[in-house]
């Protein structure tokens, strides 16, 4: 691996690692917000959501950019918008502006892992895209361990305001490195020299990209995989684990924080599994079923089974945590179908799909909880919570039967296709 190309990567994982503190922070604090700023389950779903909406927004735009302008620019640019917005966020007085700055935090952090991405097509082989795509989220993962326990003391400590303010600034310095280290692609490459497309030209390969037969159904799992698991991982995990088994801020804070390590572990599990199996499909379709499985025993064992001991509770988030980073290999999947030429417009839409199905579970996952009346110490009944679980897995099942339509593309024979040009 070229040592340059290591040093990018690392650069862009790092600026990463903001994106997930904040769009991980409201499972820890979420609590505490509703009670600052007396909001009810759906605003603080709208809240989460919106960093995702304001993430989906701009993957088509920036697709068009990382083609037309290449990666560098565009991520140092969008850092800056997401610092706006951050700090936005971190000042808000109410409600509205809360969620127009977290809205200018999804847009600008909305570039941070496609941009590794079409970095890495380029720097390196096929066959190892899966294994540095998932370096690149496993040092992202930082930012939702910070956005666990850590967070919480920090919170009771100084406030969350001032934690975020602190973020802020480290993604105002990320934006400056990004700027100074990030490279396009490796001397030689064609897109160093390629000829620069005009907006007819760049709007005519988006269509030839969404006409692809092998698109739907790999966005149809990826609308709802990653959409399922952060809502448990990002939203509701924390409040779960303190309304139903009483858990506090910073043991519930504990827990998330071993999902994150745990999805660090399958990171590293997964990640170079495609090579050792030669399959994408089946380990993404696996992975979702595993996921689905776990959701649907929260559902049941809250909904009809009785309350559940906390070990099971804790053991599924924690699973949950583990087995989402199979959602790398859909990814892989979808890289697969796009020539390089198209790679940037390729990997944002398909992103699309996967934030714009966050943000949608996120919010309807608030309407969910808040159609449940809350006890009388306003705590939402456990009820609530294995309605959403069971009604998630129900979804993901419905995904995978789409997904499992689709062709595999197998490691080996891209490496064949490459050999033979």
């Known amino acids: 691996m070229p040592r340059q190309g290591l040093i990018i990567v690392a650069t862009l994982a790092t600026a990463y690692v903001a994106s997930h503190f904040f769009r991980s922070a409201n499972v820890t604090i979420g609590l505490d917000l509703m009670r600052d700023l007396h909001i009810g389950p759906e605003a603080l779903g709208a809240l989460t959501g919106a960093f995702f909406f304001g993430f989906s927004a701009m993957q088509i735009p920036c697709g068009f950019f990382f083609d037309r302008y290449g990666p560098r620019l565009t991520v140092f640019g969008m850092l800056i918008l997401a610092t706006i917005g951050g700090t936005i966020f971190a000042l808000a007085p109410d409600w509205p502006t809360l969620l127009a700055g977290r809205a200018m935090m999804g847009a600008g952090f909305g570039v941070m892992l496609i941009g590794s991405m079409v970095v890495i097509s380029r720097w390196f082989p096929p066959d190892r895209f899966s294994t540095l795509s998932s370096m690149v989220l496993s040092i992202g993962l930082i930012g939702n361990l910070l956005a666990t326990t850590p967070l919480a003391w920090a919170a009771e400590a100084v406030g969350w305001r001032t934690v975020f303010g602190g973020v802020v600034a480290f993604t105002a310095v990320a934006a400056v490195a990004v700027y100074l280290v990030v490279r396009d692609a490796p001397p030689g490459h064609p897109f160093l020299a390629r000829k620069t497309e005009s907006p007819r030209e760049m709007l005519r390969g988006l269509a030839e990209v969404i006409r ?46 071993a999902a994150v390590i745990a999805y660090q572990i399958g990171m590293l599990v997964f990640g170079p599994l495609d090579r050792v199996l030669d399959t994408r499909k089946w380990i993404a379709l696996t992975g979702t079923l595993i996921i689905a499985a776990i959701l649907g025993i929260l559902g049941l064992w809250g909904g009809v089974w009785g309350h559940p001991p906390m070990w099971i509770a804790i053991g599924a988030i924690v699973g949950i945590g ?51 009346e809350p006890l009388a110490n306003g705590a939402r009944s456990e009820l609530a919570y294995s309605t959403l679980f069971m009604f998630m897995a129900v979804v993901l099942v419905v995904a995978v039967g789409i997904y499992s339509r689709s062709e595999d593309i197998r490691p080996s024979d891209e490496l064949k296709a490459r050999a033979g040009r």
Request: hydrophobic share 45%.
């Open 212 to 257: 692809n037969p092998r698109l739907p159904c790999i966005l149809a799992l990826n609308f709802c995989n990653y959409a399922c698991s952060f809502t448990v991982q990002g939203l509701w995990g924390g409040p779960f684990l303190r309304e139903v088994h009483g858990l506090t801020k910073v043991q519930s804070g504990n827990v998330l924080l």
């Open 322 to 372: 583990f087995v989402s980073a199979s959602s790398t290999m859909i990814m892989s999947h979808g890289r697969a179908i796009f020539p390089d030429r198209l790679i940037g417009r390729g990997m944002a839409t398909i992103n699309t799909s996967v934030m714009l199905g966050v943000a949608c579970m996120q919010t309807l996952s608030g309407i969910i909880v808040g159609a449940f």
